[in-house]
T-cell receptor, first 113, second 113 residues
Framework: KAGVTQTPRYLIKTRGQQVTLSCSPI?????VSWYQQTPGQGLQFLFE???????NKGNFPGRFSGRQFSNSRSEMNVSTLELGDSALYLC????????????FGQGTRLTVV | KNQVEQSPQSLIILEGKNCTLQ??????????LRWYKQDTGRGPVSLTI?????NTKSNGRYTATLDADTKQSSLHITASQLSDSASYIC????????????FGRGTSLIVHP
């Protein structure tokens, strides 16, 4: 059974650009959550999608957005990139919303220069 | 504001020794408390999951305990191995509608031969 797949693994962008990250959940999992991890702040919750609807949202500016497709795959978009957006972006999938068992992908390392 | 505090921030032990990591939280009421292991450059992997009614949960050499009265959890690692070198993250998810988890900053464990 394939795990959570995130693409790309590494990304370098310039300030002001936008970026789209992709997450394919484990087969059968319908909930996808996104997280930002930085050395200074640790892991922080961005948002959760279930059945193509955003169910929960963390305390991030509107430049951070996401969506989920009918096959449960999810994308996260960050517009007008800032240097502070440099981080490891992780997604996790679970069978349902609020499920106790969440499986993380390997993450996308985003560097903004 | 929900908070999760982990201690120590970092820990160095010799291979074969035991160690205990601490997690104090203010999240209340909570749905579950999870411990994750995160190797450098990889996504977190779940070690244990406990609901508010559970006191202890084991996963091989890893044993987590929970005291809901004092809002404290600990992760005990027995007979440490070099592969235990990683960051250990405590996560608490609230109950009552919002499933937004709060993450601790993690404890960085280094096991020396």
């Amino acid at each position: 059974k394939a795990g959570v797949t995130q693409t790309p693994r590494y990304l370098i962008k310039t300030r002001g650009q936008q970026v789209t990250l992709s997450c394919s959940p484990i087969s059968g999992h319908r909930s996808v959550s996104w997280y930002q991890q930085t050395p200074g702040q640790g892991l922080q919750f961005l948002f959760e999608y279930f059945s193509e609807t955003q169910r929960n949202k963390g305390n991030f500016p509107g430049r951070f957005s996401g969506r989920q497709f009918s096959n449960s795959r999810s994308e996260m978009n960050v517009s007008t990139l800032e240097l502070g957006d440099s981080a490891l972006y992780l997604c996790a999938s679970s069978r349902s919303q609020g499920s106790t068992e969440a499986f993380f992908g390997q993450g996308t390392r985003l560097t903004v220069v | 504001k929900n908070q999760v505090e982990q201690s120590p921030q970092s820990l160095i032990i010799l291979e074969g020794k035991n160690c205990t990591l601490q997690c104090n939280y203010t999240v209340s009421p909570f749905s579950n408390l999870r411990w994750y292991k995160q190797d450098t450059g990889r996504g977190p992997v779940s070690l244990t999951i406990m609901t508010f009614s559970e006191n202890t949960k084991s996963n091989g050499r890893y044993t987590a305990t929970l005291d809901a009265d004092t809002k404290q959890s600990s992760l005990h690692i027995t007979a440490s191995q070099l592969s235990d070198s990683a960051s250990y993250i405590c996560v608490v998810t609230p109950s009552g509608g919002s499933y937004i988890p709060t993450f601790g900053r993690g404890t960085s464990l280094i096991v020396h031969p």
